[in-house]
């Protein structure tokens, strides 16, 4: 399941700039087939940042990952076809990777209901402790 729709992007951009963004053929409609592969990215780059802490892909999608993954396939929508990505959009872009990795550091968690979301795991520490130091210390 992905993490935002085309729903999503149309919310958040003029439909005008989701056809000038993905109409490469000029046939003046949303090519959808472009806005699945940034969202596709999109939510990869989001599984790569919290799948330490939660098991990916979410079943559930909390609306930050959601908003994150619709500035971040915004970007790379703009990045596939322009140099210049508008600051705006580079802005949230950036806004979604500082959220991203509050969520990876733990200062952020994700308000998850579906236990199978979460990621179980054990760490093993190794710490090494010297006995025979000769007196030193």
Same mark, same amino acid.
Not at 48 to 66: A, K, M, Q
Not at 97 to 105: A, G, S, T
């Given at each position: 399941?992905?993490?935002?729709?085309l729903?999503d992007?149309?919310?958040?951009?003029?439909?005008?700039?989701?056809?000038?963004?993905?109409? *490469?053929?000029?046939?003046?409609?949303?090519?959808?087939?472009?806005?699945?592969?940034?969202?596709?990215?999109? *939510?990869?780059?989001?599984?790569?940042?919290?799948?330490?802490?939660?098991?990916?892909?979410?079943?559930?999608?909390? *609306?930050?990952?959601?908003r994150?993954?619709?500035?971040?396939?915004?970007?790379?929508?703009?990045?596939?076809?322009?140099?210049?990505?508008?600051?705006?959009?580079?802005?949230d872009?950036?806004?979604a990777?500082?959220?991203?990795?509050?969520?990876?550091?733990?200062?952020?968690t994700?308000?998850?209901?579906?236990?199978?979301?979460?990621?179980?795991?054990?760490?093993?520490?190794?710490?090494f402790?010297?006995?025979?130091?000769?007196?030193?210390?």
């Amino acid at each position: 399941m992905a993490y935002c729709s085309l729903e999503d992007l149309k919310k958040a951009l003029p439909e005008a700039s989701l056809i000038q963004l993905t109409d *490469d053929e000029s046939l003046g409609a949303v090519n959808e087939e472009r806005v699945s592969e940034a969202i596709s990215k999109a *939510d990869g780059e989001i599984d790569g940042y919290i799948g330490g802490r939660y098991s990916v892909p979410l079943s559930t999608v909390p *609306d930050v990952i959601r908003r994150c993954s619709v500035s971040i396939a915004v970007y790379l929508l703009y990045t596939r076809t322009m140099e210049d990505v508008p600051d705006t959009r580079r802005g949230d872009y950036k806004d979604a990777l500082r959220i991203l990795e509050r969520i990876q550091d733990g200062k952020m968690t994700l308000n998850l209901s579906d236990s199978s979301d979460f990621a179980f795991g054990v760490v093993i520490s190794s710490h090494f402790e010297d006995d025979n130091s000769g007196g030193l210390g």
